[in-house]
Structures are given as C-alpha cells and as structure tokens.
C-alpha cells in the first residue's frame, strides 16, 4: 500500500501553490548521517553525479567534502532514485541533511510513491525523521518520513 495517496495530497505537489523546489531535510544529522546517506546512494546503485562547480568529481567522504574551506563552492551531489526523479543534496552544513527536488517531476501517484520509497530509504538507513518544507518556508513541514510509523506521513492539512 502507499505511504500517500496522490488525491490526498496533490496540492502539496502544486509547483504553482508550492513553489517548484521545495526543501527536504534531515535535522540534528552529522558527519556520520551524511556518510550513511553517500553509503546509501552507492548500495542502491542509484545514478548520482557529484560536482563542485562546474567541475564533476568522484563522490568524496562527508567529512572531506564537509570539511571544505568556508569560501569553496558548495558541492553538490545530484541523485535519481529513478529516471526522471532528481533530488540535489547541497552539503551546506554538517548538522542537517538536506536536498531539493522538482515537484514538476513529481506529478502522479507513480512518481509520489517513488519519492515516499526514497524519504523511507533515508529515514530508516538514518532513523530520523525526513522532512518536506514549502519552498521558502523553512520550519513548516508538509510531510516526511516518521521514524515510529515507519512511513511517510501527512503533516499538514490539505
């Protein structure tokens, strides 16, 4: 069964109401969290490109790319969980885990059910919470992961 229901929460989905990129997170994280999350990335084979500006580059260890100098480039690792899903993880800081994706790239109970699979996948390997904020909106979570229901969960009314 899904963790959602794309009737349910379609308006959440709303580039328009939204904002096209909203932001996804992990608080309270650490070096180790970010760790789990490029150890995850490889154990699922998931298509990723790392990059620090305009430079691709193999995927480092969180602790060298958290680690960079304060006036580097902030690195990103782009991942596709599946073909036509991107998130961005953008390492801005070592105490939270957070990345964007495209809600135009997320528009059916196929492509919703892909991104419940890819929250849960980092809920559970981290046994935190993983978050969706509006765009813009940073601290009001629509929906995420919970860690005690073991799924991806409505945290807003419709």
């Known amino acids: 069964m899904a963790d959602?229901?794309?009737?349910?929460?379609?308006?959440?989905?709303?580039?328009?109401?939204?904002?096209?990129?909203?932001?996804?997170?992990?608080?309270?994280?650490?070096?180790?969290?970010?760790?789990?999350?490029?150890?995850?990335?490889?154990?699922?084979?998931?298509?990723?490109?790392?990059?620090?500006?305009?430079?691709?580059?193999?995927?480092?260890?969180?602790?060298?790319?958290?680690?960079?100098?304060?006036?580097?480039?902030?690195?990103?690792?782009?991942?596709?969980?599946?073909?036509?899903?991107?998130?961005?993880?953008?390492?801005?800081?070592?105490?939270?885990v957070d990345f964007d994706v495209d809600l135009r790239e997320l528009q059916s109970q196929d492509r919703l059910d892909v991104f419940c699979g890819f929250l849960r996948d980092i809920g559970r390997r981290l046994d935190k919470p993983v978050l969706m904020d509006p765009e813009g909106f940073y601290g009001h979570p629509v929906l995420g992961f919970d860690v005690e229901a073991d799924r991806v969960v409505l945290l807003a009314a419709s």
């Open 4 to 96: 959602l229901l794309w009737g349910d929460v379609r308006s959440f989905f709303d580039p328009d109401l939204m904002g096209a990129l909203p932001d996804v997170r992990v608080p309270g994280a650490s070096v180790r969290d970010w760790q789990a999350v490029l150890d995850l990335v490889a154990e699922k084979g998931w298509r990723c490109r790392y990059s620090e500006g305009e430079t691709v580059l193999p995927v480092p260890r969180a602790e060298t790319v958290l680690s960079r100098p304060a006036d580097a480039e902030c690195p990103s690792l782009r991942v596709w969980p599946a073909a036509g899903v991107l998130a961005v993880f953008r390492f801005y800081a070592d105490d939270e």
